[in-house]
Nanobody, 119 residues
Framework: QVQLVESGGGLVQAGGSLGLSCAAS????????MGWYRQVPGKQRELVAT???????NYADSVKGRFTISRDANKNTVYLQMSSLKPEDTAVYYC?????????????WGQGTQVTVSS
């Protein structure tokens, strides 16, 4: 299994910037896609950004131009740099990774980290 440990997050004023990181560890042959999702109480978890093992990225329309996802394959770490933050970006942010091990593709999730943007 893959364990994901997130760091970063916290409280920031609207218009500010914040960075998240997520490191993967455990037993796996290969990590495929990695990504960030977010969830607010009472709503479904939604995609924020994903990045493939080849470096292709995908963003939710609501964060395009403001958030940047990147990854360090050597460190098995994915990052999310958030700028021009808005109060509506407030949520618990979850890291996710799809990995291949023992002829099976599985997905792991981090524990989540709170991001709060004050107006």
């Amino acid at each position: 299994q893959v364990q994901l440990v997130e760091s970063g997050g916290g409280l920031v004023q609207a218009g500010g910037s914040l960075g998240l990181s997520c490191a993967a560890s455990g037993r796996f042959f290969k990590i495929n896609d990695m990504g960030w999702y977010r969830q607010v109480p009472g709503k479904q978890r939604e995609l924020v950004a994903t990045i493939t093992s080849g470096g292709s990225t995908n963003y939710a329309d609501s964060v395009k131009g403001r958030f940047t996802i990147s990854r360090d394959a050597n460190k098995n770490t994915v990052y999310l740099q958030m700028s021009s933050l808005k109060p509506e970006d407030t949520a618990v942010y979850y890291c996710s990774a799809e990995y291949y091990f023992a002829f099976t593709t599985s997905r792991s999730w981090g524990q989540g980290t709170q991001v709060t943007v004050s107006s």
